[in-house]
């Protein structure tokens, strides 16, 4: 598994995280980053610092558009963490195959 | 983001035969996984396949056994973030409903899921043909 999951995994780990995460999904478009910190009730610093770890992930992009920063979210990075959860999802189908042999032969 | 595998499946047979299936070790380990596993609360249990060919080990406690709810961790070799394995059964007439929930997966934190994909990408593929061979 390539460094770039690694930092995906590590990004959605945190409540927090995925909560400013969610927020930007919802709104769909760039927020700033003040704008999203007044819905925190964590310090800017602190906000900031999660959004670069979202940045590092590739799920939030950032542009600065005069003294601003606008965020945005981007879902496409979670698609590796879905490809995770389909193996285990394949790996209890196969099992639940096996399971249906098992009781069929055992009459 | 979706952090729960849930399976339903229909077995034709009854209640007490599929629950003997999932929960007694030498059926566990015919169609499932060696396994060292008492279906008794506090128990330490331990799945492991094949080892020559480089198979990994599931290990875990058991939360719940009581006919027909079945509740263990599944903690996989290499890694120590505890996922949640939950069997539901439900008597459906002379059909039994099973209720397989997965839970936690996304807590997987970034080394232990590296080394955990890392280690199912191999062995994983090994052991379920393995598995596949004896079945048949």
């Known amino acids: 598994m390539s460094e770039r999951t690694n930092r995906i995994f590590k990004a959605i780990a945190d409540p927090t995280r995925r909560e400013i995460f969610h927020a930007l999904i919802l709104a769909s478009v760039a927020l700033p980053i003040t704008q999203i910190a007044s819905n925190f009730e964590i310090s800017r610093q602190g906000v900031t610092k999660h959004i670069k770890t979202l940045e590092e992930a590739g799920l939030v992009e950032i542009h600065t558009q005069g003294r601003e920063r606008f965020c945005k979210a981007n879902a496409e990075p979670l698609t590796q963490i879905n490809h995770w959860l389909q193996f285990y999802a394949q790996f209890w189908d196969q099992s639940l195959v096996k399971l249906g042999k098992h009781l069929d032969k055992k009459a | ?136």
Do not use: R
Request: proline share 2%.
């Open chain 2, 1 to 136: 983001m979706e952090d729960c595998i849930k399976k339903e499946h229909v077995f034709n047979h009854p209640i007490s035969k599929v629950w003997d299936a999932i929960s007694k070790e030498e059926e566990i380990s015919s169609w499932f996984i060696k396994a060292d596993f008492k279906a008794q609360k506090g128990y330490q249990y331990t799945f492991t396949a094949s080892e020559e060919k480089g198979c990994i080990s599931i290990t875990g406690e058991i939360k719940e056994a009581d006919p027909y709810t079945l509740v263990y961790t599944w903690v996989v070799e290499n890694t120590d973030t505890v996922t949640t394995v939950k069997w539901e059964l439900i008597e459906q007439g002379d059909s039994t409903k099973l209720i397989l929930e997965h839970s936690g997966i996304s807590a997987y934190p970034g080394d232990s899921a590296v080394a955990m994909f890392n280690s199912f990408s191999g062995g994983w593929a090994d052991c379920i043909s393995e598995l596949e061979k004896f079945l048949n």
